[in-house]
């Protein structure tokens, strides 16, 4: 039973490119959450979506972020136009619902150059 | 909005040295609490849920407890392989969960 999936591990992008990260959650799980952490901080929610929908993004920056969980497929999160500051480790979480506890994936660390 | 304290940032026990992590809460409509471990590099690995007043659980050496404000990370002569992160976190009726910033622990023999 394969845990929560997210790809690649380590990213490295320029200022100014795109960056796509993936998860794929546990078999049978229709609820994932993405989190940013900066090193020696906790984590700081981005989003929630089930498939086809996102329930809360209060967390996701206006501009330059976008995330989606579509019917077939990984979530993905992605963030245009890089900068420096977007540099983080991204961790997604998925569970089979709401309000039960949230497995995490490994984690993709960004890094902007 | 909901929020999650956890206390101390840092602690560090000696091998066999008992101690409790605190975590105070404000989530509206309590759902869940969740205890995470963290290890350098990796991702929140999860231990515990707890969903109402006056639960415990327990795991090895680590017992988790949770009041109406309050879950406590209990940990029984720890070794130093327990040295991690602690992470708390709640979901309630926002859905979203939402963690506190965590507690460094070390244990030293």
């Known amino acids: 039973n394969a845990g929560v999936m997210q790809n690649p591990r380590h990213l490295v992008r320029r200022r100014g490119q795109e960056a796509r990260l993936r998860c794929s959650p546990m078999k049978g799980h229709s609820h994932v959450y993405w989190y940013r952490q900066l090193p020696e901080e906790g984590l700081k929610f981005m989003v929630y979506?089930?498939?086809?929908?996102?329930?809360?993004e209060s967390g996701m920056p206006k501009e330059r972020f976008s995330a989606e969980f579509p019917k077939e497929g990984p979530s993905i999160l992605r963030i245009q136009q890089v900068v420096r500051g977007d540099s983080a480790a991204y961790f997604c979480a998925s569970s089979p619902f709401g309000t039960t506890e949230a497995f995490f994936g490994q984690g993709t660390r960004l890094t902007v150059v | 909005e909901d929020q999650v304290t956890q206390s101390p940032e840092a602690l560090r026990l000696q091998e066999g040295e008992s101690s409790s992590l605190n975590c105070s809460y404000t989530v509206s409509g309590l759902r869940g609490l969740f205890w995470y471990r963290q290890d350098p590099g990796k991702g929140p690995e999860f231990l515990f849920t707890l969903y109402s007043a006056g639960e415990e659980k327990e795991k090895e050496r680590l017992k988790a407890t949770l009041t109406k404000k309050e879950s406590f990370l209990h940990i029984t002569a720890p070794k130093p392989e327990d040295s991690a992160t602690y992470l708390c976190g709640g979901t309630g009726t926002a859905s979203k969960l939402t963690f506190g910033t965590g507690t460094r622990l070390q244990v030293t023999l």
């Open positions: 979506l089930q498939k086809e929908n996102i329930i809360d």
